[in-house]
């Protein structure tokens, strides 16, 4: 089992394992004939290794080096992120809103869990979870200090609750040093944590990068 | 309706669990209702959306469950609103022999397509905008029983339109297949102070796509 499920032990009527529950109702939707198993096989390979944050990395990558591909990305975010092949489902209108020495965006979804799917690939635990979800609109400073991103007092922090039809990304600030990159080293330095506004690029990869 | 899921600017509900990396899928039966959900929804219309019954599952349940738990509750109770699935056939784990109704699965191919397909709740009919950018409004104060995606903490509260995205089915409505209602959604900026109160800093501010019918002119 993993850290984010939060059994009870102290609660007694727990459902029969969501694994058996889950291949129980997979048998059956292939029996009645409503779904295809191989197209879940196909689906859960899309999930895993076809979408994921290098999408998004790269969108940002471009623009960080393409200023006119970055002012129709910043005016049109579902258009230019087309332009790079990346579209789909829960991807409906991506808004792109950038950092900037003045502005820091984060991105939460109290409601449920909106992400920018195609750019992003499926939102990690913690951004789900009841604790993120909670507090980043009301404490938004205090979620960043304990991700360790600590904002300036004068910065404008924007936090966008995703309800509906728009899915958002952040472009973050490109980090100064970088400047002998090309945009596949850049992409390399953009995380996924940057790209939700919870961290910063830092200018050189580290270990484990997210 | 004012659920557990509506948890935005509640306290108590402990550190975040922020983990560097996660697998997409931290188990294989995620992987499988995550995709069960959507070739199945990919196939027929359902007449009911993924988030209402997510919503009626009562709190203390909902906190229990992990993520995708829920999914695997959505997904059997929109079947069964869309008369797909019986709950004695979810029982018994076998198709009834009156079993009718069923749908042609859709091929891995056809599957996969779909996922890059982008969803068009965007409608081009002409509907007129009652706001329009800059404008003050106010989140109307509305406790609707049903779905909604005004949440509880913006309720009353005063903003500026910050953009206007165009017309977009309402899924107020559209959830519970009760209309498209396609309307005017707006970007609204809410000062942080007004939403939290003095303590909030000065500059920061929350951005929340809000439906024509959430809003009044303030």
Known sequence: ?210 | MNGIHDMGGMHGMGPIGYLETEPVFHEAWEGRIYSISYAVQSTVKLRLGLRPPIENIPAREYLRMSYFERWLTSIIERMVASDLVTRDEIETGRPATTSVNAPVALSPAAAVAAQFKIPATRRSVQVAARFESGQSVRARNINPVAHTRLPRYARGKSGTIERDHGVFVFLDTSAYSAGENPQHLYSVRFAARELWGDEAAPHDAVYLDLFEDYLEPA
Do not use: F
């Open chain 1, 1 to 210: 089992m993993t850290a984010s499920h939060d059994h009870d032990p102290e609660h007694q009527d727990v459902p029969s394992d969501p694994a058996l529950r889950v291949k129980a109702l997979e048998s059956l939707l292939v029996a009645k004939g409503i779904v295809d198993r191989t197209a879940l096989d196909a689906l859960v390979d899309v999930y895993e290794n076809k979408v994921g944050p290098r999408n998004g990395a790269r969108v940002v990558a471009r623009a960080w080096v393409d200023p006119d591909y970055k002012k129709r990305l910043l005016e049109s975010g579902t258009a230019a992120i087309g332009e790079l092949g990346y579209s789909g489902n829960q991807g409906a209108d991506i808004r792109v809103v950038e950092n900037t020495p003045q502005v820091h965006n984060l991105i939460v979804c109290t409601l449920c869990s909106c992400y920018p799917w195609p750019v992003l690939g499926l939102p990690p635990v913690w951004y789900k979870s009841a604790p993120y979800r909670s507090r980043a609109v009301i404490d938004p400073r205090g979620v960043l200090r304990e991700m360790g991103t600590e904002l300036p007092a004068d910065i404008e922090l924007r936090v966008w609750d995703s309800t509906a039809e728009q899915r958002y990304l952040v472009l973050p600030e490109r980090p100064a040093g970088t400047e002998q990159l090309d945009e596949s080293a850049l992409a390399a330095l953009v995380t996924r944590d940057a790209m939700i506004g919870v961290k910063k690029v830092m200018p050189e990869l580290k270990a484990g990068r997210r």
